[in-house]
């Protein structure tokens, strides 16, 4: 009887993955954060490993790129003189203010739509208190283009409309360009995406389960274009330019996000997903990063995609000090004194 749960212990703590964020208070550690990190290069080769990479979960809104693959592939972002602007947003989890609004809203007036015709539900502005306010001073209450995925909702639409697919359920699984969209993630994670692996995002459009190792293998093809048709290399390589040219337009100022692509202008693509993921990618050095906390946490999960892209630019690198003091964070009581820390492990 020993022997068997001795065993039974052995097998439980082997799927346990290993902590990679720590929260410190005065002199202790008050809260840890285990989760799984997988740096992989294109050719799938994999870099470094910790925890259960090949474990499967949604990356939520860190598959955005991926989703807005078919708006350059279909030649819907050249047909409508989209910017780097535009295609940033449509990849974003912005914060609502006037700038991502006035884009999202370009965006739909060019291909003959409106905000009413966006799918993604209101909320107000959750990453900018200022504007929420703002907002309520005004008068004004939030509609479906002040929803932080809008700039998504506006890529499918904008692509429905060219490619002269139904946009009065462009979200529905059963659609077209979704069905479109399932199978290209399905081929980059290197994933079958069966009915067990589909779910629907927070702004209700659908999103899919993929390995977490995948996720990373994924991010490094489209940061080198390797194994791609000459088509989507093409449409990887504008979206992630966008992206690292526009970081603002990805989240905003003193967002996550943009300020690690700030520190390393034009080199370094990060995007986060709720629960506690996040996806990366150095295209100088053709690798992809995936990072997934076990409990949800998104501080767990940045303090930790910034260690791990500091210990992958090393530190000969101009961005490495700045990238690598974004792997602690400082924990304030009410008076704004320095209290504790998280810091990656």
Same mark, same amino acid.
């Given at each position: 009887?020993?022997?068997?749960?001795?065993?039974?212990?052995?097998?439980?703590?082997?799927?346990?993955?290993?902590?990679?964020?720590?929260?410190?208070?005065?002199?202790?550690?008050?809260?840890?954060?285990?989760?799984?990190?997988?740096?992989?290069?294109?050719?799938?080769?994999?870099?470094?490993?910790?925890?259960?990479?090949?474990?499967?979960?949604?990356?939520?809104?860190?598959?955005?790129?991926?989703?807005?693959?078919?708006?350059?592939?279909?030649?819907?972002?050249?047909?409508?003189?989209?910017?780097?602007?535009?295609?940033?947003?449509?990849?974003?989890?912005?914060?609502?203010?006037?700038?991502?609004?006035?884009?999202?809203?370009?965006?739909?007036?060019?291909?003959?739509?409106?905000?009413?015709?966006?799918?993604?539900?209101?909320?107000?502005?959750?990453?900018?208190?200022?504007?929420?306010?703002?907002?309520?001073?005004?008068?004004?209450?939030?509609?479906?283009?002040?929803?932080?995925?809008?700039?998504?909702?506006?890529?499918?639409?904008?692509?429905?409309?060219?490619?002269?697919?139904?946009?009065?359920?462009?979200?529905?699984?059963?659609?077209?360009?979704?069905?479109?969209?399932?199978?290209?993630?399905?081929?980059?994670?290197?994933?079958?995406?069966?009915?067990?692996?589909?779910?629907?995002?927070?702004?209700?459009?659908?999103?899919?389960?993929?390995?977490?190792?995948?996720?990373?293998? &994924?991010? %490094?093809?489209?940061?080198? /274009? @390797? =194994?791609?048709?000459?088509?989507?290399? !093409?449409? #990887?390589? *504008?979206?992630?330019?966008?992206?690292?040219?526009?970081?603002?337009?990805?989240?905003?100022?003193?967002?996550?996000?943009?300020?690690?692509?700030?520190?390393?202008?034009?080199?370094?693509?990060?995007?986060?997903?709720?629960?506690?993921?996040? &996806?990366? %990618?150095?295209?100088?050095? /053709? @690798? =992809?990063?995936?990072?997934?906390?076990? !409990?949800? #946490?998104? *501080?767990?999960?940045?303090?930790?995609?910034?260690?791990?892209?500091?210990?992958?630019?090393?530190?000969?690198?101009?961005?490495?000090?700045?990238?690598?003091?974004?792997?602690?964070?400082?924990?304030?009581?009410?008076?704004?004194?320095?209290?504790?820390?998280?810091?990656?492990?």
């Amino acid at each position: 009887m020993c022997f068997f749960w001795r065993l039974k212990y052995e097998q439980i703590t082997a799927m346990v993955n290993p902590v990679i964020a720590e929260v410190t208070r005065g002199a202790r550690v008050e809260s840890i954060h285990r989760g799984t990190v997988a740096v992989v290069d294109a050719s799938g080769k994999i870099i470094l490993a910790r925890g259960d990479v090949e474990g499967m979960t949604f990356p939520r809104s860190s598959l955005k790129i991926l989703q807005a693959l078919p708006l350059v592939e279909s030649g819907a972002a050249d047909a409508l003189g989209f910017t780097n602007k535009h295609l940033a947003v449509a990849c974003a989890s912005h914060s609502s203010s006037a700038v991502h609004v006035n884009v999202v809203g370009d965006m739909l007036s060019r291909a003959g739509l409106g905000p009413t015709d966006l799918q993604c539900g209101a909320h107000w502005p959750v990453f900018s208190t200022a504007d929420a306010v703002a907002m309520a001073q005004n008068g004004e209450t939030p509609t479906r283009i002040h929803n932080n995925c809008s700039g998504k909702h506006a890529g499918f639409l904008c692509t429905c409309t060219y490619a002269g697919i139904s946009t009065n359920n462009y979200i529905d699984p059963s659609n077209e360009l979704q069905r479109e969209v399932r199978a290209m993630i399905g081929d980059l994670c290197g994933a079958v995406i069966g009915e067990d692996a589909c779910g629907a995002d927070g702004c209700s459009a659908p999103t899919f389960a993929v390995p977490i190792v995948g996720m990373a293998h &994924a991010h %490094a093809r489209l940061a080198t /274009g @390797l =194994g791609l048709s000459a088509q989507r290399a !093409d449409a #990887a390589k *504008r979206l992630l330019s966008a992206s690292m040219r526009e970081p603002q337009m990805i989240a905003d100022h003193g967002r996550y996000c943009t300020r690690l692509m700030q520190a390393a202008p034009e080199r370094l693509y990060a995007k986060t997903g709720a629960e506690g993921f996040y &996806a990366a %990618a150095l295209p100088q050095l /053709g @690798l =992809g990063i995936a990072v997934k906390c076990d !409990d949800g #946490a998104t *501080r767990a999960a940045e303090v930790t995609v910034a260690a791990t892209l500091a210990h992958l630019i090393g530190q000969s690198d101009p961005a490495y000090e700045a990238i690598r003091a974004m792997s602690r964070q400082n924990v304030r009581d009410w008076n704004k004194n320095v209290v504790g820390e998280v810091r990656a492990v």
